[in-house]
């Protein structure tokens, strides 16, 4: 009963050019670590202008998440799907073969890479049994950061994504070799949740669920249930957290420890933040640090209850979590040889300036059976946002609906927008847009021409038709 076919996974580096010296990155930091710690950092030098090849085969199969078999959908028979690692200037070349029993394609979820031809394009279709090469190069600047990658054909988004299709892209850069950075181990976090019947098949959802946007009772972590994460007494970690559910909001906290925020969506803030919650909405990311500076013993990730709204009365609403759910559990072991503190200086991110354009963005159902942004459920033969190359614009997404829509603007990151209308220095490409209320970001569109999508990351409500066409086009003059 379980094929488990293994797949060879092959990721070609070209190492011909290296990056050299990690000195400036040390002057910058200020040299104050033992050196054994900069040593570490030495070893593992960045390198630029690489290849990334890799194989990825969709199919269906019997696969273990958390504990339990199901007849999931995966990528080279991983759930998640494998880790994928690039660098600025890094050239990208993935082969998708198609063994899945439906039509699929793949998205780059938050990279900053053309959305036509062969690259980050959704509109591509990759039927059963086919193969499409995926290629394109990473910008020489694209900031390092956590992105992923799911399946994108409108209509069946959820069903392959909740199945399992999904993967992480870490763009890494200098800033990641900060020796205070890179002095920690680090763990990639997949959240997922999975719905499989008592003989391990998914449970399609009816039109109710996929209205309140599906959730599943499993919930899984990098495809484990509460895994232990290790900390030394003393020490740092760093943890990727991704969330890769259809639906699910998580409201995060750790027993007795803040997070250090250091990155958000499309990579690292200006400075580390802490906050003693995280609210992580479906297609967000977050990049924090823990210190082991508690008593040795036992803290739980937990996930607690959320209430996300629903689209109105009389609705069957979503299984509402009703008390905390451990999500992992950070054990201490051992003792760091070094402690240090996190520097109080990471990445360079300018506000972008006044916006030349505003629009705004109704969040909206039709019939309370299709969703709709500005009174339009999605097609693919209208474009619904015309844009200029180079211009930056305000969008303001306003949600007069029951229910929290968590939006996503493909191909060009933006920044939050304050109450006084300055944006915030930190690159998001999701954000939550909570019940009854709006919210304003500000983007520019740089460096590439053509369609891409806006829209929201509860992907039952994306299939169900709230999603939009942006062009981006140079200025005819
Ligand atoms: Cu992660 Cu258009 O999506
Ligand atoms: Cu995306
Ligand atoms: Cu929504």
Redesign the pocket.
């Known amino acids: 009963m379980l094929l488990a076919v293994r797949v060879r996974l092959e990721i070609v580096r070209n190492s011909s050019k290296m990056y050299t010296s990690n000195r400036r990155v040390f002057l910058r930091s200020g040299i104050t670590l033992a050196s054994a710690l900069v040593l570490r950092a030495q070893g593992n030098r960045v390198q630029t202008r690489g290849t990334v090849d890799l194989r990825l085969e969709a199919r269906q199969d019997w696969i273990e998440v958390g504990g339990r078999y199901g007849r999931l959908y995966a990528f080279n028979g991983q759930i998640p799907g494998p880790v994928i690692e690039a660098y600025p200037g890094d050239e990208v070349k993935i082969a998708l073969l198609n063994r899945l029993p439906e039509t699929t394609n793949l998205?780059f979820?938050g990279l900053h890479v053309p959305s036509t031809g062969n690259a980050d394009n959704?509109m591509l279709r990759v039927p059963p049994q086919e193969t499409l090469n995926y290629s394109f190069t990473l910008p020489s600047d694209h900031p390092a950061g956590t992105f992923?990658y799911?399946p994108?054909v409108h209509g069946s988004a959820a069903r392959q994504v909740s199945r399992g299709l999904a993967g992480v892209f870490i763009v890494r850069g200098e800033i990641d070799q900060l020796p205070e950075i890179q002095g920690a181990p680090e763990s990639v976090l997949v959240l997922q949740d999975f719905d499989l019947d008592a003989q391990g098949e998914p449970l399609e959802p009816g039109i109710m669920e996929k209205i309140s946007g599906r959730e599943g009772r499993l919930i899984t972590v990098s495809g484990r249930v509460s895994p232990r994460i290790n900390i030394q007494s003393g020490g740092w970690i760093r943890l990727r957290i991704v969330n890769a559910s259809s639906s699910r909001i998580y409201r995060m906290q750790i027993e007795e420890h803040p997070f250090y925020v250091i990155g958000t969506d499309g990579g690292f803030l200006t400075q580390p933040a802490i906050q003693n919650e995280i609210l992580l909405a479906p297609?967000e990311r977050i990049d924090v640090m823990l210190k082991g500076d508690r008593p040795p013993g036992d803290y739980h990730l937990q996930s607690l209850p959320y209430n996300r709204g629903s689209m109105g009365m009389g609705m069957a609403g979503m299984v509402l979590q009703q008390s905390a759910v451990s999500l992992a559990t950070l054990q201490y072991e051992g003792q760091a040889e070094f402690s240090w503190n996190l520097p109080s200086k990471l990445a360079d991110i300018d506000p972008l300036p006044r916006a030349s354009v505003r629009r705004q963005f109704q969040l909206g159902s039709a019939m309370g059976m299709s969703f709709s942004i500005n009174g339009r459920t999605f097609s693919e033969d209208r474009v619904d946002t015309r844009a200029v190359l180079g211009a930056i614009e305000d969008w303001e997404f306003l949600n007069p609906t029951g229910m929290d829509h968590p939006m996503?603007i493909?191909t060009n990151p933006f920044q939050l927008l304050r109450n006084d209308g300055s944006a915030i220095p930190a690159w998001k490409d999701t954000v939550l847009v909570p019940a009854r209320s709006g919210v304003a970001v500000r983007t520019m569109f740089r460096d590439f021409e053509g369609i891409s999508?806006y829209?929201c990351?509860i992907l039952d409500h994306?299939d169900l038709g709230m999603m939009a066409a942006l062009e981006i086009k140079r200025r005819i003059s």
């Open positions: 998205h979820h959704v992923w799911h994108h297609g996503h493909h999508m829209h990351h994306e």
